[in-house]
């Protein structure tokens, strides 16, 4: 409960300020608990999982699903001086296979 430096009233709180409720008279609240900051947001990570959408597609059957679309892309495997292998990406179930499997 506050009073009126000007004439005595109660006042009343509004928004941080205790308000008069005769003369209009503000002042600010010493105590200013209402604004304690606190910190406790949890840090949500969004992780993107974009990268195979990304990549060419092809026509290639799935292994596992049948489906006649995939993704496709090069990698070294092994030594340097071996040639690229291809992979492909199921566009309906990512079952990953390599080419030359077939
Ligand atoms: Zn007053
Ligand atoms: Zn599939």
Redesign the pocket.
Known sequence: MEF??????M?KADDGYWV??????TKPKGDSDEYVVTEDQEATEVIESSDETSLPKTEARCPECGHDQAYWYLQQTRSADESETRFFICAECEYKWREDDN
Not at 4 to 9: A, I, L, N, V
Not at 20 to 25: A, E, I, L
């Open positions: 009126c430096d000007e004439c005595g009233s006042m008069c409720g005769s003369c209009d008279f």
